[in-house]
């Protein structure tokens, strides 16, 4: 009896592990330097980026999440948003179809309507919702924007675990989709990892060297704000 009951706890531990250290493992020696990883690569004689990262947060997925998926404060805690706040399905429709070409376009669309950043939040379970993006990014990618739909998914938030697949609808981006994940780190206690992938195409040339400046330091200022936010 005994001996099965090493075994089963010896598997759940054994297949937690595996399923953590399949995400880039190799550069674990650089997040336990700088609790940050980004990798940016590039399609070749095309403009699309292909970035992968992780983070180390010294705090809880169920103190982070609220904080990561607050839409309408992304632009009140961070400096990458000119503006950020949550749409309801029916505007996100409504703007699929009009597609708009410019942002004053989109803003007219909308209009004034306020939608909760937790609107149609299924707590413990997966939901759907809608994001207006504003970017605050230098030159060449200044005044960047886009709709996003994100699927929420907190079902295994009693292990510390929460996802974030996003994707474009209408952007003046060519190209904008990819998730994220929060996920506890074996022996740091009381610490999350915020790792995920995404694609962006900005449809114009950028500079390599540029685009993994821009794209690296946005992440690890995401991370300092979000850890500065959730500490009391």
């Known amino acids: 009896m005994f001996f099965k009951i090493f075994i089963l706890v010896f598997l759940f531990f054994s297949t937690n592990i595996h399923a953590y250290n399949t995400f880039h493992p190799e550069v674990d020696p650089e997040l336990n330097e700088e609790n940050i990883w980004?990798?940016?690569?590039?399609?070749?004689k095309a403009t699309n980026v292909r970035t992968s990262?992780?983070?180390?947060?010294?705090?809880?997925?169920?103190?982070?999440?609220?904080?990561?998926?607050d839409t309408n404060n992304w632009k009140n805690i961070s400096k990458d948003y000119n503006?950020?706040?949550?749409?309801?399905?029916?505007?996100?429709?409504?703007?699929?179809?009009?597609q708009p070409q410019d942002i004053k376009e989109l803003y007219k669309l909308i209009g004034d309507k306020k939608i909760t950043s937790d609107h149609g939040r299924l707590t413990d379970g997966k939901w759907t919702s809608y994001a207006l993006q504003r970017f605050a990014f230098p030159f060449p990618l200044k005044d960047r924007w886009t709709v996003i739909k994100i699927k929420n998914d907190e079902s295994s938030s009693?292990?510390?675990?929460?996802?974030?697949?996003?994707?474009?609808?209408?952007?003046n981006f060519k190209k904008l989709e990819g998730y994220w994940e929060l996920t506890p780190i074996p022996n740091k206690p009381g610490w999350t990892e915020w790792r995920g992938y995404y694609e962006s195409d900005p449809g114009i040339n950028i500079p390599h060297f540029l685009a993994k400046s821009i794209y690296?330091?946005?992440?690890k200022k995401s991370a300092e704000t979000y850890s500065k936010v959730a500490s009391p």
């Open 38 to 44: 980004v990798n940016t690569a590039f399609d070749k």
């Open 53 to 69: 990262f992780r983070a180390w947060m010294p705090h809880e997925a169920k103190i982070l999440w609220p904080i990561m998926i």
């Open 216 to 219: 690296r330091s946005s992440l």
């Open 83 to 98: 503006d950020s706040r949550a749409l309801d399905e029916g505007m996100a429709k409504l703007l699929e179809n009009k």
């Open 158 to 171: 009693s292990k510390s675990y929460y996802r974030y697949d996003y994707k474009m609808i209408v952007s």
